[in-house]
């Protein structure tokens, strides 16, 4: 994670929370779990750019 940017956006408490929980038992950020939805999103419907 070299060149990082900030994203903000709203989700949903219950989301959030759960989240939260995740976040702690794999002992991540949500940062890096949020990269690695987005990331897996984009793989998903093909649009994965780069890496």
Do not use: C, H, W
């Amino acid at each position: 994670m070299a060149d990082q940017k900030m994203f903000s956006t709203r989700i949903d408490p219950k989301l959030q929370k759960d989240v939260k929980i995740l976040s702690v038992k794999m002992d991540k950020s949500i940062s890096q779990l949020t990269e690695e939805a987005f990331k897996d999103l984009l793989k998903k419907y093909g649009a994965m750019k780069n890496a």
